[in-house]
T-cell receptor, first 113, second 113 residues
Framework: QQQVKQSPQSLIVQKGGISIINCAYE??????FPWYQQFPGKGPALLIAIRPDVSEKKEGRFTISFNKSAKQFSLHIMDSQPGDSATYFCAARGTSGTYKYIFGTGTRLKVLA | DAMVIQNPRYQVTQFGKPVTLSCSQTLNHNVMYWYQQKSSQAPKLLFH???????NEADTPDNFQSRRPNTSFCFLDIRSPGLGDAAMYLC????????????FGPGTRLTVT
């Protein structure tokens, strides 16, 4: 069973601080690693994504770092704002069969004003 | 704006009474997915359509069915809802199985009484 392990389960950060969420996967049969942001009562929104041939991708305050050899990837939110308070899911897309997405268990981020 | 639309946003049904949830998309994407998300959990894939080809997840109960009459619309039918089927149901689309990310709708919150 392919798995994606996400940590921490919850995170509290001061406004202006850096939020870091980590994910690790257990096999190499993934080719695309998106991060989703979900507010209560809403569907997940695609935030940023990376492919395994790239070690880092930055979009505004959001950065993905990818370590292929360690099978780990992380989301960094710079200058965290109260509006960033949400649940974040990492995911990985399989490269065979139905190419399904495997989701992490989610991280609930709270940014204090 | 191109988007994924789900109706209704909130649905209350009685135990055992069939219910249909609707999803439409203006993105002209080939793939449409249905996920079930319970409180504080990651989305769980139920099935997806790649064009007209239906792919059911092995652990999706027979109680859940889906229809995709055309590119734009996809329906989730729950034939005999149980209390355990109360959840948020998310529709998502992607351009192709291996291109781009998934775009989620706002979800339908299903309550079973």
């Amino acid at each position: 069973q392919q798995q994606v392990k996400q940590s921490p389960q919850s995170l509290i950060v001061q406004k202006g601080g850096i939020s870091i969420i980590n994910c690790a996967y257990e096999n190499t049969a993934f080719d695309y690693f998106p991060w989703y942001q979900q507010f209560p009562g809403k569907g997940p929104a695609l935030l940023i994504a990376i492919r395994p041939d790239v070690s880092e991708k930055k979009e505004g305050r959001f950065t993905i770092s990818f370590n292929k050899s360690a099978k780990q990837f992380s989301l960094h939110i710079m200058d965290s704002q109260p509006g960033d308070s949400a649940t974040y899911f990492c995911a990985a897309r399989g490269t065979s069969g139905t190419y399904k997405y495997i989701f992490g268990t989610g991280t609930r981020l709270k940014v204090l004003a | 704006d191109a988007m994924v639309i789900q109706n209704p946003r909130y649905q209350v049904t009685q135990f055992g009474k069939p219910v249909t949830l609707s999803c439409s998309q203006t993105l002209n994407h080939n793939v449409m997915y249905w996920y079930q998300q319970k409180s504080s959990q990651a989305p769980k894939l139920l099935f997806h359509y790649y064009d007209k080809d239906f792919n059911n997840e092995a652990d999706t109960p027979d109680n859940f069915q889906s229809r995709r009459p055309n590119t734009s619309f996809c329906f989730l039918d729950i034939r005999s809802p149980g209390l355990g089927d109360a959840a948020m149901y998310l529709c998502a689309t992607s351009r192709d199985l291996l291109q781009g990310g998934q775009y989620f709708g706002p979800g339908t919150r299903l309550t079973v009484t």
